[in-house]
């Protein structure tokens, strides 16, 4: 079993920034993919940043040039920075640990950021 546990959420004005972190730990399979996805109330959830355990990072359209996420392999760690944050960007963000290899996919509990305009 794997345990993803997030912290970093939290309430912000319009242009603030927060960092998001997540810690994986117990059976964790690599190479992997690790990542932040994104649900706000009535909408899907929907990828938010992704990077793999080789560095390749991957950005949806609405926030790149915003968000930076960065993981740290020996730690089994991911972070998101986001920046000039917008009210749309308001949601519960999960934390994601996967890979491509085989059915492996974990989820963190959620954490709210929420954006004031």
């Known amino acids: 079993q794997v345990q993803l546990v997030e912290s970093g959420g939290g309430l912000v004005d319009t242009g603030g920034s927060l960092r998001l972190s997540c810690a994986a730990s117990?059976?964790?399979?690599?190479?992997?993919?690790m990542g932040w996805y994104r649900q706000s109330p009535g909408k899907q959830r929907e990828l938010v940043a992704t990077?793999?355990?080789?560095?390749?990072?991957n950005y949806a359209d609405s926030v790149s040039g915003r968000f930076t996420i960065s993981r740290d392999n020996a730690r089994n760690s991911v972070s998101l920075q986001m920046n000039s944050l917008k009210p749309e960007d308001t949601a519960v963000y999960y934390c994601?640990?996967?890979?491509?290899?085989?059915?492996?996919?974990?989820w963190g509990q959620g954490t709210q950021v929420t954006v004031s305009s």
């Open positions: 994601y640990l996967g890979t491509n290899w085989f059915p492996y996919d974990y």
């Open positions: 117990g059976s964790i399979f690599s190479p992997n993919i």
């Open positions: 990077c793999t355990s080789g560095g390749t990072t």
